[in-house]
């Protein structure tokens, strides 16, 4: 005789099957459910979105890659396959633009995340809900104001002949728009809200009862912040300062206005080069310095994403 599954303590068995066999228990299934069958296809909903994303971004990068390691020959009209567009692009003068902007883009996403943090635990504390409506709001306009208009508005201001400039005598201080500090000030007028907007929701995700237990068992506010703030904060901290990295290094509108070539940043190298600034024969380093930026942007996407995740664990 067959013995199968033996039920728990105090559950009644099935009932021998006609061949004297037993049958194997099985658990109740809750009142209402239904057994589902995976459904192997319903990812064809997705495929429309699939197809658009492949066409905006898999054939421009296709494009980008295939321009970076090729090039063509200018008496035959040949392609053929080649390294030196990437090794001209990490060699000279672009070396130092692909360098300098990502150092304008570490600085101004350090100082931007500590100044957004401020500012956002400013307005979570803040018992005035008008205010914080409207510094969310200003943060919101501001963080996607850009380009030339922003440009202008700086140069009108802090320029040579800005009000601020002339009123404050800043010329005289050694104060000048039109460089590296310059583009610095101006990216942490756009970097700065653009933190608050990714600090606020993850600031009013700590729980009161955190702080309350801190301050039941002795803590002082400090330590607070050390030993259950911060370490909770510290993916959002991270995140933000990579996607405010990710957005000063792809910046170009603004720098090209207000600097022109004056500060070497890869964007603008870029520009140069597609615009027909370079020797015979490198026509396609502008696009081994865009696969520079590309590679750049995908090691900071694969950073953010996991801290994303991980402060979406905590906070919610």
Not at 81 to 92: C, D, E, Y
Not at 104 to 123: D, E, K, N, P, R
Not at 129 to 143: M, Q, Y
Request: overall charge positive.
């Amino acid at each position: 005789m067959a013995v199968s599954a033996v039920p728990p303590p105090g559950t009644s068995s099935p009932p021998p099957a006609a061949d004297g066999t037993r049958r194997r228990w099985r658990a109740p299934r809750p009142h209402g459910t239904r057994s589902r069958a995976p459904r192997p296809r319903a990812w064809l909903g997705a495929l429309p979105l699939l197809a658009f994303a492949g066409a905006c971004f898999g054939l421009p990068v296709a494009a980008v890659v295939y321009g970076a390691f090729t090039t063509k020959d200018a008496v035959t009209g040949a392609t053929s396959a080649t390294g030196a567009n990437v090794s001209t692009s990490l060699q000279g003068p672009y070396l130092t633009s692909l360098t300098g902007s990502v150092e304008l883009s570490a600085l101004t996403a350090l100082i931007g995340t500590v100044l957004g943090m401020l500012i956002a635990q400013a307005v979570v504390t803040s018992r005035r809900r008008a205010l914080r409506e409207s510094v969310l709001t200003a943060s919101g306009v501001l963080a996607n104001f850009g380009g030339v208009p922003l440009a202008f508005a700086f140069v009108a201001t802090l320029g040579i002949s800005g009000v601020v400039t002339q009123l404050a005598h800043l010329d005289a201080a050694g104060w000048n728009l039109y460089s590296f500090t310059g583009l610095t000030v101006i990216y942490l007028y756009f970097l700065v809200p653009l933190m608050v907007l990714v600090s606020v929701p993850a600031l009013d995700g700590l729980r009161p009862q955190w702080r309350e237990a801190a301050q039941n068992a002795g803590a002082t506010d400090a330590q607070f912040w050390r030993h259950v703030g911060l370490p909770v904060l510290l993916p959002t901290l991270l995140g933000g300062f990579v996607l405010l990295f990710g957005s000063a290094f792809a910046a170009y509108a603004t720098a090209a206005a207000l600097v022109g070539g004056s500060v070497p940043l890869v964007t603008l190298k870029i520009a140069a080069a597609l615009s027909g600034n370079v020797q015979v024969g490198q026509e396609n380093v502008a696009l081994a310095l865009s696969l520079d930026m590309i590679v750049i942007a995908g090691v900071v996407m694969a950073v953010y994403l996991p801290l994303q995740r991980r402060s979406t664990r905590w906070l919610h």
